[in-house]
C-alpha cells in the first residue's frame, strides 16, 4: 500500500512542471487526444493540406504539418507557454468561440509529458524558424515549407506510470485514425493525408461533403442516405441522414458537429433518435453525418476539457429544430421521391421477422380488404391527403369499392395505363401477383418489386391515425364509426376504473367505451380507420397503454406506440387473397403515404430488383 500522505504538510506553490503535468492529464488523454488537438490548430491556422504521421500508435511519434499561415519566430516560446494563444483576448471572445482550439493549454500540455518541436514558417519570411522542448528553448533557423510542422516524439517518456495504461500498438493507432476521420468529414474542403509507421493509409483529397462522406463512411452509406439542408433563424442543419433500413447494430456511423467541431452531444443524439423513433427497428442505430451551424454566442464550448460536449442557450429550440429537420427528410420516402429502397441485402441486414410474423400475421381475417382500404375521411385537398406525396389521392379513389364512405363519384374498373414499363408516375409499379398470400409482385420501370402487404399496409394506416390525431389540434373532430351494436366484454375493476377516469382521453382517441356494470365494458365507437378490427382487443389495447403511461402522457409522450399497436391489429394480414386492383390500391397509397419504406416497427416494406440484378441472376449477358 502507499505511505500515508502526512496531515501537518504546509500549503505550497506548485513547480511549473508538475503543473503542466497535471494540466496534461485534462488534455492528453492518450495519442489520439494529441492528434485532435494539433488538427484542431492547423485548421484554425488556415490549412487546406494537412499530413498527419504516426509511429507504433502515436506513442513513438506524431508529426503533423499543414499549409496554414505558420507562426512567427518571435511568438514561438508563446506557442509552447501555458494559458497562451491567438484566439481570445477577452470574456467577449471566450463567449463567442468561433474557432476550434482556444484555451492555449494544449501544446505545453504535450511538451510536458514528450518531447516536442515546433517548426513553422510564415509567407513572408525567407526560411522557417524551429523551437524544441519547451517555451524555455531557443528559437534557431530551419528549413521547411510555408505553414507549421509539430513533431511530438516519446510520448509519457517522463510520466510511465500513464504511459503503463496504454492499450496496443493497433488499438491507440485505431483511436488516432477515428480523431482524423471525425475531422476530415467536418472539413472536405481541406485533404488530409494519414500515415501509419511509414506506410500510407488514407489520402482525401478536397471536395464536397457528398464524395468525402461516401469515402470515409463507404458505398453502402453513400447508396442509402438522405440529403438535409434546413435553416430557420440562426439555426441550420445540413449533412445526410442514413435510411433506416441501412442502420446498424452499433452506434458507429454517427457524427454530429456544432459549428465545425465534433461533439457527442446527448441532446442532439436523443433529436436524431426521436426523429428515427416509428422507422427504426427494434435496438438498431441509424447512420448520419450532420452539422448544426449556429451563432457561437448561442453555444457555449467550453464545458468540457476536451470540447467534446457543449451547452446550447436554448436547448429545446435546438433540439426541436433538429428533430423536425431530420424528422421531414425521413417522411419523403423512396416512393413518393419516386426512387427505390435500398437492394434486398440491406433489408437483410435489419434481420429477425420470422417471429414477428409469427406473432402478428397467423390470425383469422376479419373484414374485406375493399372494406378496409376506404378513402380519407376528410375534404379533398385538405392536409390529410397526405403531405408531399407522389400525386393526389383522386386518381385511384374508385379502386375502393364497397367501402362505407366511398366517395360519391361512380366506381369504374382499374385499368392501368398504357406501356406501364415506362410509366415514371407510379414508381411501384403496377401488380403482378401475389406469392404466399405474404408478398405483391409488382412490375415499374426498373424491374421488379417486392411489397409486404401487411408491414406496408400497417404504416398506412398507422400514418393515417397520426393524422386524424393531428388533426385535433387544428380544431377538427376525429372521425369515428359508431357500432349499430355495442361490443361488450368482461373487464376487471382496473380496467372499468381506466375507462371511467379517463373518458375524455379516449374520446380524443376515437374511443367510446362505457362502463355497463362493475364487470362489464361496452365499446359504443372506434376510429373510422379502424372500424373493422376486433374492437375488444382495440379496446384492451387503449386501456392497457392508458392505465400504465397516464392519459395525457399516452396522448403526447406514447402516442406512436399505441397507434402503433392499434394499426397492426387493423392492417391486412398474410394468407389473405387480394385480387389485382386491391394490391394496386395497396400501391398506390403506398405512394401517397409518408415514411412508406418502413413499417412502423422499422423493417422495410418494399424493395427493388432491377433488371440487371435479374440478368446476374440467370447469367444473361455472360
Given at each position: 500500500m502507499?505511505a500515508?500522505?502526512s496531515a501537518?504538510?504546509?500549503?505550497q506553490a506548485?513547480?511549473?512542471?508538475l503543473?503542466s503535468?497535471i494540466?496534461?492529464g485534462?488534455?492528453v488523454?492518450?495519442p489520439?487526444?494529441?492528434?485532435?488537438?494539433?488538427?484542431?490548430?492547423?485548421?484554425?491556422?488556415g490549412?487546406?493540406?494537412i499530413t498527419v504521421?504516426?509511429?507504433?500508435?502515436?506513442?513513438?511519434?506524431i508529426?503533423i504539418?499543414?499549409?496554414g499561415?505558420?507562426?512567427a519566430p518571435e511568438?514561438l516560446?508563446?506557442a509552447?507557454?501555458?494559458?497562451?494563444?491567438s484566439k481570445?483576448a477577452s470574456?467577449?471572445?471566450?463567449e463567442?468561440v468561433a474557432?476550434?482550439?482556444f484555451?492555449?493549454e494544449a501544446?505545453?500540455?504535450?511538451a510536458?509529458?514528450?518531447?516536442?518541436?515546433?517548426?513553422?514558417?510564415?509567407?513572408?519570411?525567407?526560411?522557417a524558424w524551429?523551437i524544441v522542448?519547451?517555451?524555455?528553448g531557443?528559437?534557431a533557423?530551419?528549413?521547411?515549407?510555408?505553414?507549421?510542422t509539430i513533431?511530438v516524439?516519446?510520448?509519457?517518456?517522463?510520466?510511465?506510470?500513464?504511459r503503463?495504461?496504454?492499450?496496443s500498438e493497433?488499438?491507440?493507432y485505431?483511436?488516432c485514425?477515428?480523431v482524423v476521420?471525425?475531422?476530415a468529414?467536418?472539413?472536405?474542403?481541406?485533404?488530409?493525408?494519414l500515415s501509419?509507421?511509414?506506410?500510407t493509409?488514407?489520402h482525401?483529397?478536397?471536395?464536397e461533403m457528398?464524395?468525402?462522406?461516401a469515402?470515409i463512411?463507404?458505398?453502402d452509406?453513400?447508396e442509402?442516405?438522405?440529403?438535409?439542408?434546413e435553416?430557420?433563424?440562426?439555426?441550420?442543419?445540413?449533412?445526410?441522414?442514413?435510411l433506416?433500413?441501412?442502420?446498424k447494430?452499433?452506434a458507429?456511423g454517427?457524427?454530429f458537429?456544432?459549428?465545425?467541431?465534433?461533439v457527442?452531444d446527448?441532446l442532439?443524439?436523443h433529436?436524431?433518435?426521436a426523429?428515427?423513433?416509428?422507422v427504426?427497428h427494434g435496438?438498431?442505430f441509424?447512420?448520419?453525418?450532420?452539422?448544426?451551424?449556429?451563432?457561437p454566442?448561442?453555444?457555449?464550448?467550453n464545458?468540457?476539457p476536451?470540447k467534446i460536449?457543449?451547452r446550447?442557450?436554448?436547448?429545446?429550440?435546438v433540439?426541436q429544430f433538429?428533430?423536425?429537420?431530420v424528422q421531414r427528410?425521413?417522411a419523403?420516402t423512396s416512393?413518393?421521391?419516386h426512387?427505390?429502397?435500398?437492394?434486398p441485402?440491406?433489408?437483410?441486414e435489419v434481420g429477425g421477422?420470422?417471429?414477428?410474423r409469427?406473432?402478428?400475421?397467423?390470425t383469422?381475417?376479419?373484414?374485406?380488404?375493399?372494406?378496409t382500404?376506404s378513402?380519407?375521411?376528410?375534404?379533398?385537398?385538405?392536409?390529410?391527403?397526405?403531405?408531399g406525396v407522389?400525386?393526389?389521392?383522386?386518381s385511384?379513389?374508385?379502386?375502393?369499392?364497397g367501402?362505407?364512405?366511398?366517395?360519391?363519384?361512380?366506381v369504374?374498373p382499374?385499368?392501368?395505363p398504357?406501356?406501364?414499363?415506362s410509366?415514371?408516375?407510379?414508381p411501384?409499379?403496377?401488380?403482378?401477383?401475389?406469392l404466399?398470400g405474404?408478398?405483391?409482385l409488382?412490375q415499374n420501370?426498373?424491374?421488379l418489386v417486392?411489397v409486404?402487404?401487411h408491414?406496408?399496409?400497417?404504416r398506412i394506416?398507422?400514418?393515417?391515425?397520426k393524422?386524424?390525431?393531428d388533426a385535433?389540434v387544428?380544431?377538427?373532430?376525429m372521425q369515428?364509426q359508431a357500432?349499430?351494436i355495442p361490443v361488450?366484454f368482461?373487464?376487471?375493476?382496473?380496467?372499468?376504473?381506466t375507462?371511467?377516469?379517463n373518458?375524455?382521453?379516449l374520446?380524443?382517441?376515437g374511443?367510446?367505451?362505457?362502463?355497463l356494470?362493475?364487470t362489464?365494458?361496452?365499446?359504443?365507437?372506434?376510429?373510422?380507420?379502424?372500424?373493422n378490427a376486433?374492437?375488444?382487443?382495440?379496446?384492451r389495447?387503449?386501456?392497457r397503454d392508458?392505465?400504465e403511461?397516464?392519459?395525457?402522457?399516452?396522448l403526447?409522450?406514447?402516442?406512436n406506440?399505441?397507434?402503433g399497436t392499434?394499426?397492426?391489429?387493423?392492417?391486412?394480414r398474410?394468407?389473405?387473397i387480394?385480387?389485382?386492383?386491391?394490391?394496386?390500391?395497396l400501391l398506390?397509397q403506398?405512394?401517397?403515404t409518408?415514411?412508406?419504406?418502413?413499417c412502423?416497427?422499422?423493417?422495410?416494406t418494399?424493395?427493388q430488383?432491377?433488371?440487371?440484378?435479374?440478368?446476374k441472376?440467370?447469367?444473361?449477358g455472360?
Amino acid at each position: 500500500m502507499n505511505a500515508p500522505i502526512s496531515a501537518h504538510r504546509p500549503i505550497q506553490a506548485l513547480p511549473d512542471q508538475l503543473i503542466s503535468q497535471i494540466a496534461a492529464g485534462e488534455v492528453v488523454e492518450r495519442p489520439s487526444a494529441v492528434v485532435k488537438e494539433l488538427l484542431e490548430n492547423a485548421l484554425d491556422a488556415g490549412a487546406t493540406q494537412i499530413t498527419v504521421r504516426l509511429e507504433e500508435g502515436g506513442v513513438k511519434r506524431i508529426a503533423i504539418t499543414d499549409n496554414g499561415r505558420g507562426i512567427a519566430p518571435e511568438q514561438l516560446p508563446l506557442a509552447l507557454a501555458r494559458h497562451a494563444t491567438s484566439k481570445i483576448a477577452s470574456l467577449t471572445d471566450l463567449e463567442n468561440v468561433a474557432t476550434l482550439g482556444f484555451r492555449g493549454e494544449a501544446l505545453a500540455s504535450i511538451a510536458a509529458v514528450a518531447a516536442v518541436s515546433v517548426t513553422s514558417r510564415t509567407a513572408d519570411s525567407p526560411h522557417a524558424w524551429e523551437i524544441v522542448g519547451s517555451h524555455h528553448g531557443t528559437v534557431a533557423p530551419s528549413s521547411g515549407a510555408h505553414g507549421t510542422t509539430i513533431d511530438v516524439q516519446d510520448l509519457y517518456f517522463n510520466t510511465p506510470a500513464r504511459r503503463k495504461f496504454l492499450k496496443s500498438e493497433q488499438t491507440e493507432y485505431g483511436h488516432c485514425a477515428e480523431v482524423v476521420r471525425r475531422i476530415a468529414l467536418a472539413r472536405p474542403d481541406v485533404a488530409f493525408s494519414l500515415s501509419h509507421n511509414g506506410r500510407t493509409i488514407d489520402h482525401w483529397n478536397v471536395s464536397e461533403m457528398a464524395r468525402r462522406s461516401a469515402h470515409i463512411l463507404g458505398n453502402d452509406f453513400a447508396e442509402a442516405r438522405l440529403a438535409i439542408d434546413e435553416s430557420a433563424g440562426p439555426l441550420r442543419v445540413h449533412g445526410y441522414a442514413g435510411l433506416p433500413t441501412a442502420s446498424k447494430a452499433r452506434a458507429d456511423g454517427q457524427f454530429f458537429y456544432v459549428n465545425g467541431r465534433y461533439v457527442r452531444d446527448k441532446l442532439l443524439v436523443h433529436a436524431v433518435r426521436a426523429a428515427y423513433q416509428d422507422v427504426l427497428h427494434g435496438d438498431r442505430f441509424p447512420s448520419y453525418v450532420l452539422a448544426l451551424d449556429l451563432d457561437p454566442a448561442l453555444v457555449d464550448v467550453n464545458v468540457h476539457p476536451s470540447k467534446i460536449e457543449v451547452r446550447f442557450r436554448d436547448s429545446r429550440a435546438v433540439h426541436q429544430f433538429v428533430f423536425h429537420a431530420v424528422q421531414r427528410a425521413l417522411a419523403k420516402t423512396s416512393a413518393t421521391d419516386h426512387g427505390s429502397v435500398p437492394a434486398p441485402q440491406m433489408a437483410a441486414e435489419v434481420g429477425g421477422t420470422s417471429s414477428w410474423r409469427r406473432e402478428h400475421e397467423q390470425t383469422s381475417f376479419g373484414a374485406q380488404l375493399s372494406a378496409t382500404y376506404s378513402p380519407s375521411p376528410y375534404p379533398p385537398g385538405s392536409r390529410y391527403d397526405g403531405p408531399g406525396v407522389a400525386q393526389s389521392m383522386d386518381s385511384y379513389g374508385a379502386l375502393f369499392a364497397g367501402a362505407s364512405n366511398a366517395a360519391s363519384a361512380p366506381v369504374t374498373p382499374y385499368t392501368a395505363p398504357a406501356q406501364t414499363t415506362s410509366n415514371d408516375e407510379y414508381p411501384l409499379g403496377f401488380a403482378l401477383a401475389q406469392l404466399h398470400g405474404i408478398y405483391i409482385l409488382a412490375q415499374n420501370t426498373k424491374g421488379l418489386v417486392l411489397v409486404d402487404m401487411h408491414a406496408a399496409h400497417e404504416r398506412i394506416l398507422y400514418e393515417q391515425l397520426k393524422n386524424a390525431l393531428d388533426a385535433q389540434v387544428g380544431g377538427q373532430e376525429m372521425q369515428v364509426q359508431a357500432l349499430l351494436i355495442p361490443v361488450t366484454f368482461f373487464a376487471d375493476a382496473v380496467e372499468v376504473g381506466t375507462a371511467q377516469e379517463n373518458r375524455d382521453t379516449l374520446q380524443a382517441l376515437g374511443f367510446d367505451i362505457a362502463a355497463l356494470s362493475p364487470t362489464t365494458l361496452a365499446v359504443r365507437s372506434v376510429p373510422a380507420l379502424l372500424k373493422n378490427a376486433d374492437a375488444q382487443t382495440l379496446a384492451r389495447d387503449v386501456l392497457r397503454d392508458v392505465r400504465e403511461f397516464g392519459g395525457s402522457r399516452v396522448l403526447i409522450e406514447r402516442r406512436n406506440e399505441l397507434l402503433g399497436t392499434l394499426a397492426c391489429h387493423t392492417a391486412v394480414r398474410a394468407n389473405r387473397i387480394l385480387n389485382q386492383p386491391e394490391m394496386n390500391a395497396l400501391l398506390r397509397q403506398m405512394e401517397s403515404t409518408e415514411r412508406a419504406d418502413q413499417c412502423n416497427h422499422g423493417r422495410p416494406t418494399w424493395v427493388q430488383l432491377d433488371i440487371s440484378s435479374l440478368d446476374k441472376l440467370f447469367l444473361r449477358g455472360q
